[in-house]
């Protein structure tokens, strides 16, 4: 493979073949020019550039070291999840995590009001979020909000594989966000969001939505519905309100069964109060 150009000292663009692709690596181009053949144990990997032109835009416009930063906190990601992570989590997160350094030099901090829901829903991409900031003080001396380790953690989820949509999976973890807090409302209480109760409570929320999403039931014995309908009068009717709001504001009807097991995961958790 020669180099065709030079995006930067961690990047070029290079002719393999009929092909043109982007070769990314530490020092990849270092002390290199234009027609040079590249070092193969140098690149750790490699785009089609008809594929990826916002990518090539992307590494000529930022620092290197957001690449390189964001590049070790995919390997890192990769290493924790045991599994490779969609090729488009490069452009995605190196173009986020940049300009949120760039914010961040500014003063300007966004915030995360999913923060808690993904800390939750999410805990193993969220912890690499976390390493993700400390990583990016580390390296580069910029000390990003933690809101921004929730923002890595839905990249990192949605690129996995059957990860999902960014923009769906902002969307359930919403949606869940108002189920909790329309419960909490009902119920006029606030929940410990630190119990192994609340936890399963969300969880189940957002396997419920994934289950209507995919047209999927939640099995539960009719005889064992009628029992918590009258053993948990106050919790079911809880859960009612609760499903008759998401059916009005965001268009999702919840089945009877889905009802009995989320009025299971109120009583547990109003053990707690």
């Given at each position: 493979m020669r180099i065709t150009k030079i995006l930067n000292n961690n990047a070029v663009i290079v002719?393999?073949?009929?092909?043109?692709?982007?070769?990314?690596?530490?020092?990849?181009a270092f002390n290199k020019k234009k027609k040079d053949?590249?070092?193969?144990?140098?690149?750790?990997k490699l785009f089609v550039v008809k594929e990826n032109e916002k990518l090539q835009e992307l590494i000529m416009r930022i620092p290197e070291?957001?690449?390189?930063?964001?590049?070790?906190?995919?390997?890192?990601?990769?290493?924790?999840?045991?599994?490779?992570?969609?090729?488009?989590?490069?452009?995605?997160?190196?173009?986020?995590?940049?300009?949120?350094?760039?914010?961040?030099?500014?003063?300007?901090?966004?915030?995360?009001?999913?923060?808690?829901?993904?800390?939750?829903?999410?805990?193993e991409e969220f912890n690499i979020g976390l390493w993700a900031i400390n990583h990016v003080k580390d390296k580069l001396h910029i000390e990003l909000p933690i809101d921004e380790a929730a923002f890595i953690a839905l990249h990192v989820h949605t690129m996995k594989i059957k990860?999902?949509?960014?923009?769906?999976?902002?969307?359930?973890?919403?949606?869940?966000?108002?189920?909790?807090e329309a419960i909490q409302h009902d119920l006029d209480?606030?929940?410990?969001?630190?119990?192994?109760?609340?936890?399963?409570?969300?969880?189940?929320?957002?396997?419920?939505?994934?289950?209507?999403?995919?047209?999927?039931?939640?099995?539960?014995?009719?005889?064992?519905?009628?029992?918590?309908?009258?053993?948990?009068?106050?919790?079911?009717r809880c859960s009612v309100n609760v499903a008759k709001k998401i059916a009005a504001n965001h268009g999702i009807e919840l089945p009877p069964e889905e009802l009995g097991y989320i009025?299971?995961?109120i009583e547990r958790l109003k053990k707690y109060q």
């Amino acid at each position: 493979m020669r180099i065709t150009k030079i995006l930067n000292n961690n990047a070029v663009i290079v002719s393999d073949g009929k092909q043109e692709k982007i070769a990314i690596g530490a020092g990849v181009a270092f002390n290199k020019k234009k027609k040079d053949i590249v070092n193969p144990t140098k690149i750790e990997k490699l785009f089609v550039v008809k594929e990826n032109e916002k990518l090539q835009e992307l590494i000529m416009r930022i620092p290197e070291e957001h690449l390189l930063t964001s590049e070790e906190i995919i390997a890192y990601a990769e290493q924790q999840l045991g599994t490779k992570l969609n090729e488009h989590i490069l452009l995605a997160l190196t173009d986020h995590l940049s300009f949120a350094i760039e914010r961040t030099k500014e003063g300007i901090h966004l915030q995360n009001k999913l923060l808690q829901e993904i800390k939750i829903m999410y805990r193993e991409e969220f912890n690499i979020g976390l390493w993700a900031i400390n990583h990016v003080k580390d390296k580069l001396h910029i000390e990003l909000p933690i809101d921004e380790a929730a923002f890595i953690a839905l990249h990192v989820h949605t690129m996995k594989i059957k990860g999902g949509d960014l923009h769906e999976t902002v969307r359930q973890t919403a949606i869940v966000k108002d189920m909790i807090e329309a419960i909490q409302h009902d119920l006029d209480i606030t929940f410990d969001e630190n119990t192994l109760a609340f936890e399963r409570l969300m969880t189940h929320l957002r396997f419920a939505l994934n289950r209507v999403n995919h047209c999927e039931t939640h099995s539960l014995d009719q005889e064992m519905l009628a029992m918590i309908k009258k053993k948990f009068k106050r919790s079911y009717r809880c859960s009612v309100n609760v499903a008759k709001k998401i059916a009005a504001n965001h268009g999702i009807e919840l089945p009877p069964e889905e009802l009995g097991y989320i009025t299971l995961h109120i009583e547990r958790l109003k053990k707690y109060q």
